[in-house]
């Protein structure tokens, strides 16, 4: 009935009067003009510098080009994947952990958690990397990528299922022990099942994490989006074109991932968690 | 080798990095508050080409992996002639990234504002400048405590991809690769000092984050 | 009485949502000391009718004037006038962030030019007044519905204004708070402010109203006494309005 429906960022604003009108549209004007100007030096600066001649940008007319970044993709997918999978489990088993009544192991599941979250996925890798081949632990380059990236991910999404779970009403709880269920049956038939569904906007958010994670494959030289535009890079010595196609395309899966999780939480009525704010490597 | 002698032979290492990851987490986090503060007002703005850049730039600094856009500020940008000390490529790429996930928590703090405080306040006579510095500002700052202590906590996790271009002194995580090829046989000792630096930095932000948050936060 | 200039007069307003005729040719005025009550079911407009008069809505066509004064569109005037006029929300809207007391005297302070001193001897007397002095140092979120309207009765006095509009100031209250909010703007009538009040109360109307504009469909469609409209309607509609809100 009323202008509730109006995003904040509109409702900040009143319907303008007159002389605002005209002072909006002055700002516009000067503001397109100063963004034109800037977009304008930006392909200036590509221009003198040789960046937009023909050779850095023709390969990419080539099938091969882009058949080798694909398969590049699907190997971040692979990792990605696998390592949603995992801290999918170990994320469950953390919360378990974690609410635990046994004193003991939710403490230890505790600080698991908070390392986990605490702790530069960058740092997890060299440890999967060089550290545990110190100790004479070598693992595939698969592995020494995905299970930092899974750890890294099961600490978030422990405190997203804790989220979860929480959100779930209490007398869902004292219905199911109430017909007799076990406090453990409980959890597994009637409280996780819900908060699964609660938290599939949040799962989805974190699987930016884990993919933006998955880029420092190239350090352990597994073969990702990344490393395959490295060697793309050495074979068409072409630094700037091949980084920023690759950037963009990064961007742009994360942007659909974000917008899907988006939808799924507008749908559902479920919002995305993100007091466990996501790390922005 | 023990960690009394890991310390002893690279304690001072250890020292040079946490102030390294510290001092960068801290000026990256000031400059980040100040362009994510610049970034929200052009995309609360009603000038539709600044909403616009500003919603863009949020959308690229925060789907762009780290290390994506490490590459091209250290790599890609000397080729069109911007070329940064190798310290200020890590600490560009960090402020970029962060910026954009501050402005996301100052969107996300307006938005639970409600249209009605801003209503209220018209309704009193105050005028739309008087409006944003005594109801919306001061609102949307109290509601960015937690989720802005989050964003120090994965800022300082961030600095580390300057393990990914050569500093000197080295940050934490890049300390760790350089002491680990530098000296066999030590283990997961080196990594375990910084992960527990890094950790216990997180943990003590976070309490800090949580009791800012209840002194300031506004109940509704 | 209507030799006065009119405190609030509306002018041929037309006002569109879309495809949605919400206000269609409102004329009405308002006099000093007369309180009007806008009733109607829901959806017919007069939540809107009421917000276009210090222009939380704008309008389409016609004309809005403020003691003979065109309604500012925009600026410090705009400001100005909205500071002479209070305003009552269904949901309140405190500021969540102050207390009570700084609920009260932010507008004394920063558009009145008073002393802090000054404000806050007033706002107490205020809050004393409608009986909420003693959560004078809580925050908004602290205190029940009906406490925090008669806070937000209090922030619209403490502006010292020439008229006051009641946006369904009781709809959002549990049964047992409606009274206390209600007595406080029975007061109010009494002492002589110029009231506008949408509303649901029935009694509120017959007892405190002059004058009842029965709304629907975004026009007026039937106005007079309270005792002329509640006991002999004109209008069909009215009628049924009248009938259903009885039936229960």
Redesign the interface.
Known sequence: ????T????D??????????RRL?AI??IV??VL?CIGLALVVR??YV?G?LDAKYWAFFAQWSTWAYLLEGFLGTLVVAVTAAGISLVLGVVLMLGRTSPIMPISVVSRVII??F???????LI??FF???P??GLYLPPFWMITIPVSLAASGVLAEVFRAGVNAVPKGQTEAALSIGLTPGKTMFKIVLPQALRIVIPSLISQL?VV???T??A?VVSYPDL?QNGRVLITTHDS??SV??V??II???V??AI?QLSIAMARRSGNPII???????? | MGIAEILQKYGQNYAMAIFETLSMTLLCFVIAMGISIVVTVMRVSPIKPLRLVGDLYVQIFRNIPGVALLVLVAYALPNIRIVLPWKTCVEVTVVLLASAFGSENFMTGINAIGVGQIEAARSIGLTFTKTMQKIVIPQALRSAVLPMTNLLIATMLTTALGSQVPLNPQELTGLVSYITTDSTGLGILPFMISAVCYAGFSFLLGLLGNHIDKKVRVLR | MSTQTPVIELRHVDKHYGDLHVLRDINLSVHKGEVLVLIGPSGSGKSTLCRTINRLETIDSGEILIEGEPLPQEGKALAQMRAEIGMVFQSFNLFAHKTILQNVTLGPIEVLGMSKAEAEARAMELLRRVGVDAQAAKVPAQLSGGQQQRVAIARSLAMQPKAMLFDEPTSALDPEMINEVLEVMVELAREGMTMVVVTHEMNFARRVSNRVVFMADGQIVEEGTPTEFFDHPKTARAKDFLDSIRGH
């Open positions: 009935m009323s202008a509730h109006t995003s904040m960022r409702a900040l604003y009143e319907a303008p009067g007159p002389r605002t909006t700002l516009t503001s397109l963004v600066q590509f510098t960046q908070d390392f979250r605490g702790v530069p996925s960058l740092l060299y440890f060089l550290g545990l110190t100790i930016v993919v933006k994670d880029t420092v190239y990344m630094v700037v980084y920023l690759t950037a990064y961007i742009l994360n942007f974000n993100s007091r466990t704010t996501e790390n922005p490597t």
